[in-house]
């Protein structure tokens, strides 16, 4: 069966912070003009960790918390591939042509201006628009997004401001407090003794950011519904 017309945008996504957020809503404006689908294709797990296990950069958003946050940007669909070996030895005009154009009707591509896929990273601002006039799909580059201060937003800054605790700064970017989600888990009891509710979580995954030790403010959202917090990390 072949797949609706879409206009489609590829990336890791770490974080989907504003310079991500601002990509997926030129995906979905240009979607909705031309009443194609607006499709997202993203990677699990990060191509960091299969390209260079040691040198992988902790994920700011992992499994569902991604998934999550780019629900909530009006896209009609998300296709998350497992990376792998032999993806990434795929070159970027057969991931175009498997993935793209045969799986998800891509008429239109929305890339960021550094953005990168394919072995070796060869499709990008340069290639891809001679790829699309080859093949038959338009190309559009999505510049760098800088914040007020004229800063340049991007997942790596994030990460160094989480590592330095500059928790207000990576909020900024992200356009939202930063995020962990767990699995509440049995804990000592002590905040009982005390008449103080404590949730426990299991532990994030080991990829996962986190900010230095220490106590923060937070907000928790769970069954019982969100709810100021104490953080103790």
Same mark, same amino acid.
């Given at each position: &069966? ?45 191509? %960091? ?9 902790? *994920? ?26 032999? &993806? ?8 175009? *042509? ?27 601002? *340069? ?17 760098? &997004?800088?914040?007020?201060? %004229? ?17 207000? *700064?990576?909020?900024? +970017?992200? %356009? ?45 959202? +769970?069954? %019982? ?9």
């Amino acid at each position: &069966m072949k797949p609706p017309e879409s206009v489609v945008t590829v990336g890791s996504f770490d974080g989907v912070h504003l310079g991500h957020q601002l990509l997926v809503r030129e995906v979905c404006r240009r979607a909705a003009a031309q009443s194609r689908a607006a499709v997202l294709v993203t990677f699990e797990p990060h191509p %960091g960790s299969v390209l260079s296990p040691a040198d992988a950069p902790h *994920r700011l958003t992992v499994g569902v918390e991604q998934r999550e946050i780019l629900a909530e940007l009006g896209l009609d669909r998300l296709l998350v591939l497992r990376f792998n070996a032999a &993806m990434a030895a795929m070159s970027a005009e057969q991931f175009v *042509r498997t993935v793209l154009l045969q799986r998800c009707g891509m008429r239109e591509l929305v890339i960021g201006v550094d953005a990168g896929f394919g072995r070796g990273r060869g499709g990008d601002s *340069r290639t891809l628009p001679l790829l699309g006039a080859r093949l038959g799909f338009d190309v559009a580059v999505v510049d760098t &997004m800088r914040d007020d201060q %004229g800063e340049v937003i991007s997942s790596s800054r994030i990460r160094q401001a989480l590592r330095t605790g500059e928790l207000e *700064r990576a909020a900024r +970017w992200l %356009g939202r407090p930063y995020r962990i989600t767990g699995t509440v888990v049995p804990g000592a009891g002590r905040g009982r003794e005390l008449g103080i509710h404590t949730i426990n979580l299991d532990g994030p995954p080991p990829e996962k950011a986190l900010p230095p030790d220490g106590v923060y403010a937070a907000r928790v959202e +769970w069954g %019982g519904g969100p709810s100021g917090a104490m953080l103790n990390q």
